[in-house]
C-alpha cells in the first residue's frame, strides 16, 4: 500500500462521518470506525450484512433499484435511516460516489438525528410560542433604498393576534396586504435588514386597531425578523387614569401592610412558640384524666390557628413563599370552616357536608383556605345583619366530557351556597375584577373574589357562580386531584424520634431557651444553653468537637443565625446546624444556598417537628461522616 493510499485509508478511519464500502449487490465489504460506532456492530459483522438489512425505511426491492440508479448516475445524496444492532434506528445523511474501475460504492454516512431533533425542537418553538412572529425580506430599489418588504414566513400566534392566516401574506408585500403602511416603517426595517441594528418600539397598527410592542433583529443579511406583542389593553389600561391612581393608591396600602406584617412576624411567632411550646410542655405533665389537658388542648389549637393566620398574612402581603405539597382538602376545608365561626356573625347559620375521602390536590394549604374564607365573608356581607346561612359543601366529582372550558378528569368540588341577596345580572362579570366592589366606602377593597380567582387559576382549577337576586348565591370550585396521590393514606402518627447527642442551643429570648432546652431534654438530648451567639461561638471555638449540633435562632444581636453558621464552618464543617426563624421573609434561596445550614425551622413549631428535623440532621451527619470512610 502506497503512502498516498494509506493516508486516504487514516483518513477514512479517523473522519466523524461513517464511511461504507458496498458492491452494487449492496454487501458492504469495507467500514471505519465511526459507522461502528453509530451503528453497535462489529466489523465483523457488518461485513456479513447487506445495506438493504441496515436501511430501515426501503423496502428490499425499492433498496435494490436505488442502488441500480446510483450506479448509473455515478453520485447521489439522500436521507433515510438506518437501523441499530439493538434495533434502535437513527437518522442520516449519504453520499454515495461510484468507482467505476473497482466497480465499487464508497457511501459517506452522515448522523443527523441530534440535527433532526433540533429542527423539530425550533420548529415546536416556532409554532408555540405565544408571541406574533414573522421573517420577511426587504425589498430595495435600484439605488438601495428599502421600498417595500415580503413576508416570508409567520406563525400561528401571527396569525392568531393579526387575524390573518398565512396563506394571505407569505410570498406578499407588506404593500399589498396593507396598503396603508408608512413609508417611515418600510425604511425604519429596511435599517435593520441592511445594518443589522435591532429595534424595539411600540406602534399603533390602524389596518388591525391594535398597539404592539416590537422588536425587530437581522436573522440574514437583507431579511429582518419581529416578534411583537399585542399591549392594546396595556395602552387602554393605562388610559383609563383614575381606575389606575385607585390602583396606585390601593398598592400603597398593601404595601404598607406588608411592611407591618413583616415586621411583626418575628416578635409575633415568637410569642406563638412559647405559648405553644409551654402549654405542650403543661399538658404532658399533667395525668391524661384531667379535665385541664383538654383546656390546654383548645390553647394548642388556638395558638396553631394564630400561626397560620401569620403565614395568610404574610403569604397575602406576598412575604411568604406559596408552597405545592399534596394536601388533604378534607382536612383543610375541615379546619377553615371550624375557623369560621370566630369571624362570621352569629345569626348567620354555616351548615357543612363534606366527603372525607374526596381526594388530594397538589397546591398551597393557606392559599385553599384563603379562598373559603373570603367566599364565606363575601357571602355573610351578602346576608347582612339579618338571619341567614352559609352552605359548604366538599365532593368528589367525575366530568367524562368537556364542559365548557373544563376538560375531563377526575375534581375536588367545594360549593359555597349562601341566602343573600343575589348579584345583579348587570355586574355578575365583573366581580373577579380587581378593585370591584359594592360594598359601602371603608368597607371592602374589591380584593377578595379576585384574590379566590387568581388562587384558583394558579392552582389549574375553575370557578363558576350562579346567582339570583334575592334567592342568594353559589360558588362552585373545581380543582383537579392528583392521580398520582391517590392512593396516599393518612398514617398513624410514629413515636416522636429521641437521642443522645449534645446539642448547643442558641437564643437571646429567655424564654424560648428555657422552652427548647426543656423540650430537648424530654428527648434524651444533652443541652448546652447559650444567650448570644458570640458567646455560642466562643464555645465552639474552646471546643470544636463538644457539641453533635446547633440549634440556633437567626435574628440576634451580634451574630445573626447565618453569620454563626458560616464562623462554625470554618472551625467544624461537619457540625450540623438547623435555623430557626420568627419570619424567614428576609432570607433568600441564596442565603440558604450559600450558608452551611441543614434545615430551617419556622416559629412557631411543634415538639414533634423539632424531634424529626434534629434527628434527620444528626443522622445524615453520621452518613456522611461514615462515608468519608468507604
Not at 365532593?395 to 367545594?414: A, F
Request: charged fraction near 25%.
Amino acid at each position: 500500500m502506497g503512502s498516498l493510499e494509506k493516508l486516504y485509508q487514516r483518513i477514512l478511519q479517523t473522519s466523524q462521518d461513517g464511511y461504507l464500502l458496498v458492491e452494487p449487490s449492496g454487501r458492504v465489504v469495507d467500514v471505519n470506525e465511526a459507522y461502528l460506532a453509530m451503528s453497535g456492530y462489529s466489523y465483523e459483522e457488518l461485513l456479513e450484512l447487506s445495506v438493504r438489512e441496515l436501511d430501515a425505511v426501503e423496502q428490499t426491492a425499492d433498496t435494490r433499484d436505488h442502488l441500480k440508479k446510483i450506479m448509473d448516475n455515478k453520485i447521489d445524496r439522500f436521507s433515510t435511516v438506518h437501523r441499530r444492532k439493538d434495533g434502535s434506528t437513527f437518522e442520516v445523511d449519504v453520499t454515495v460516489t461510484v468507482l467505476e474501475e473497482e466497480n465499487l460504492m464508497v457511501s459517506f454516512v452522515r448522523d443527523v438525528s441530534d440535527i433532526r431533533k433540533m429542527e423539530t425542537q425550533y420548529a415546536n418553538l416556532f409554532s408555540k410560542m405565544l408571541d406574533g412572529f414573522a421573517v420577511h425580506e426587504i425589498i430595495c430599489d435600484d439605488a438601495g433604498e428599502p421600498i417595500d418588504y415580503r413576508f416570508i414566513e409567520v406563525n400561528p400566534a401571527f396569525e392568531r393576534l393579526t387575524g390573518i392566516i398565512a396563506e394571505e401574506v407569505i410570498g406578499h408585500t407588506v404593500l399589498e396586504v396593507f396598503p396603508n403602511t408608512e413609508s417611515y416603517w418600510i425604511k425604519t426595517y429596511g435599517q435593520v435588514a441592511l445594518t443589522g441594528a435591532p429595534i424595539t418600539f411600540r406602534n399603533y397598527s390602524a389596518d388591525l386597531d391594535k398597539h404592539f410592542e416590537v422588536t425587530a433583529y437581522q436573522p440574514l443579511h437583507g431579511y429582518f425578523a419581529c416578534i411583537f406583542v399585542d399591549i392594546s389593553q396595556e395602552i387602554k389600561d393605562a388610559k383609563e387614569k383614575s381606575q389606575l391612581q385607585k390602583r396606585v393608591q390601593q398598592a400603597q396600602k398593601m404595601e404598607a401592610i406588608g411592611t407591618l406584617s413583616g415586621g411583626i412576624a418575628h416578635d409575633f411567632n415568637n410569642i406563638l412558640a412559647a405559648i405553644l411550646g409551654f402549654t405542650e410542655l403543661a399538658r404532658d405533665e399533667l395525668p391524661s384524666w384531667s379535665p385541664a389537658v383538654h383546656q390546654l388542648d383548645e390553647v394548642i389549637k388556638a395558638a396553631s390557628r394564630a400561626k397560620e393566620l401569620v403565614r395568610q398574612i404574610l403569604t397575602f402581603s406576598r412575604q411568604d413563599d406559596q408552597k405545592r405539597m399534596p394536601i388533604n382538602v378534607f382536612r383543610v376545608i375541615k379546619e377553615a370552616s371550624n375557623f369560621l365561626r370566630a369571624t362570621i356573625p352569629t345569626s348567620v347559620q354555616i351548615n357543612q357536608n363534606l366527603q372525607r375521602d374526596c381526594g388530594f390536590i397538589f397546591g398551597d394549604a393557606t392559599q385553599i383556605h384563603q379562598v373559603l374564607m373570603n367566599l364565606c365573608l363575601n357571602s355573610a356581607h351578602a346576608i347582612g345583619e339579618g338571619p341567614g346561612s352559609i352552605q359548604i359543601d366538599l365532593e368528589s366529582v367525575q366530568i367524562n366530557e368537556s364542559v365548557g372550558s373544563i376538560p375531563p378528569g377526575s375534581y375536588v368540588r367545594l360549593s359555597v351556597r349562601d341566602t343573600g341577596k343575589g348579584i345583579d345580572p348587570s355586574i355578575i362579570e365583573r366581580i373577579f375584577d380587581p378593585y370591584f366592589t359594592t360594598k359601602e366606602l371603608g368597607r371592602g377593597t374589591g380584593m377578595g373574589l379576585a384574590v379566590v380567582h387568581g388562587i384558583v387559576k394558579e392552582h389549574e382549577g375553575f370557578l363558576e357562580v350562579e346567582s339570583e337576586v334575592g334567592q342568594g348565591t353559589v360558588f362552585r370550585i373545581l380543582l383537579p386531584i392528583a392521580q398520582e396521590l391517590s392512593l396516599i393514606q393518612d398514617e398513624e402518627p410514629e413515636a416522636m424520634p429521641r437521642g443522645q447527642e449534645h446539642i448547643l442551643l442558641v437564643d437571646d429570648e429567655e424564654a424560648l431557651v428555657r422552652l427548647a432546652e426543656k423540650r430537648l431534654q424530654t428527648l434524651g438530648y444533652q443541652v448546652t444553653a447559650a444567650r448570644s451567639s458570640v458567646d455560642a461561638l466562643e464555645m465552639v471555638q474552646k471546643d470544636p468537637d463538644r457539641f453533635d449540633l446547633i440549634l440556633t435562632d437567626h435574628t440576634m444581636p451580634g451574630l445573626t443565625g447565618t453569620q454563626l453558621a458560616h464562623c462554625v464552618e470554618e472551625i467544624n464543617p461537619d457540625l450540623p446546624i438547623i435555623l430557626c426563624t420568627g419570619f424567614s421573609g428576609k432570607l433568600t434561596e441564596e442565603d440558604l444556598k450559600e450558608a452551611p445550614i441543614k434545615s430551617v425551622l419556622d416559629k412557631p413549631y411543634t415538639r414533634e417537628r423539632l424531634a424529626e428535623v434534629i434527628r434527620t440532621a444528626l443522622d445524615e451527619g453520621i452518613q456522611n461522616s461514615d462515608n468519608r470512610f468507604e
